[in-house]
């Protein structure tokens, strides 16, 4: 009788090791999502930015010229106004759609917007509202 109890012992894994059948199932499960994930359309947000300029004598035509022309897969300007701040000085409010996964707004605002030739009228850039459509 003894001899039946240690046959017992080798049904219990104590390392925790898969058998064939968990690799498998693992292996379908991971294919599956994989698969499921190349369907799996990026999603998009409307942003809206308010660019300011240096000063009241900054031109707001090649200051809103200077953002439009940030060329980006995945980024679609939108529409546009001149609000103003007080002292006469006016900011730009923009409004872009990005694809999330192509388009990092923060790395947009310190590489196209702080650099030349647009930080020859943009003073600063703020976000307003960040919206996932």
Request: proline fraction near 3%.
């Amino acid at each position: 009788a003894p001899a039946a109890d240690d046959d017992d012992d080798d049904d219990v894994d104590l390392f925790g090791e898969e058998t064939e059948e968990e690799k498998k199932a693992a292996e379908e499960r991971a294919a599956a999502v994989k698969a499921s994930g190349k369907k799996k359309e990026s999603g998009k947000s409307s942003v809206l930015l308010d660019v300011k300029p240096w000063d009241d004598e900054t031109d707001m035509t090649k200051l809103e010229e200077a953002v439009r022309n940030v060329k980006m897969e995945g980024l679609l300007w939108g529409a546009s106004k001149l609000v103003p701040v007080g002292y006469g000085i006016k900011k730009l409010q923009i409004m872009m759609t990005i694809v999330d996964d192509l388009v990092s707004v923060d790395s947009l605002i310190e590489d196209y917007f702080y650099t030349e030739p647009a930080n020859e009228y943009i003073q600063s850039c703020d976000i307003v509202a960040f919206n996932k459509i």
